[in-house]
């Protein structure tokens, strides 16, 4: 008979009992000698149990597919509002795209990668001229300081094609302008001129709206009367 004298049982909730127990005498041999385990009666949460040999540094990691679904879940989060408000919309991408290759397919995931690109673009290139500006002390962004930065970020060629689109900018503006000023009305005018066009647009709508309702009312009527008159008929044939 074997005699093995225990230090002590630490018990530990949700974890089972845990033995330490003094090394056997040489006589014993290796078959004998007892391997302290741990309990199963109890629901193991995840997290990682070394055994309880001092000279064994093995963990094994147990994991809970609960707890895992839910790391998953937070660790991957979708994308926010912020960063569709700050994306250039998906319109003007999928009109430059199709004005450039017109007769080519392009999926959605390439179509995803160029709106990233040209929004990462932009932020630079606004960054750096927000920089241009703060130095030479100015409180607003101008054209210039936008092709500062474009020379400052290596971006040269494009200056070019951006005066080009300044210059026709300006003219389109310009051009409204002299128009408003030809028509010689005031801009108040103008704005009670448009509201009545307006309430003239809407009773227009709910007159044709009513007429509809009219027609519908007597044809629901004729529908009626229509048995009523097949019935009477039926009963001066039988009389």
Not at 5 to 21: F, L, R
Not at 61 to 76: A, D, K, R, Y
Not at 190 to 202: P, T
Request: proline fraction near 5%; charge should be negative; hydrophobic fraction near 30%.
């Amino acid at each position: 008979m074997l005699l093995v004298n225990y230090i002590g049982i630490s018990s530990q909730p949700g974890y089972g009992s845990k033995m330490s127990m003094i090394k056997p005498s040489n006589t014993m041999s290796d078959n004998d000698r007892l391997v302290p385990c741990c309990s199963t009666s109890n629901p193991m949460p995840s997290s990682s149990i070394t055994d309880s040999n001092p000279s064994c540094s093995k963990t094994t990691q147990i994991s809970n597919p609960n707890t895992s679904s839910l790391n998953e879940g937070c660790s991957n989060p979708g994308p926010s509002n912020e960063d569709e408000e700050l994306a250039l919309p998906r319109a003007s991408i999928n009109k430059m795209i199709k004005d450039a290759l017109p007769n080519i397919r392009v999926a959605n995931d390439v179509r995803e990668m160029i709106m990233n690109c040209c929004t990462e673009f932009i932020h630079l290139v606004a960054s750096e001229a927000n920089q241009v500006c703060m130095a030479q002390q100015k409180k607003t962004i101008n054209a210039e300081h936008l092709l500062i930065a474009l020379d400052h970020l290596g971006f040269g060629d494009y200056r070019a094609q951006a005066e080009e689109v300044g210059k026709d900018c300006q003219s389109k503006r310009r051009r409204q302008s002299t128009r408003l000023e030809n028509l010689g009305i005031p801009e108040e005018e103008l704005l009670r001129q448009q509201q009545e066009l307006f309430a003239k647009a809407r009773e227009e709508q709910m007159a044709q709206e009513q007429q509809q309702w009219q027609e519908l009312q007597a044809a629901a009527q004729r529908a009626a009367i229509k048995p009523k008159t097949e019935e009477s008929s039926d009963e001066d044939d039988y009389s």
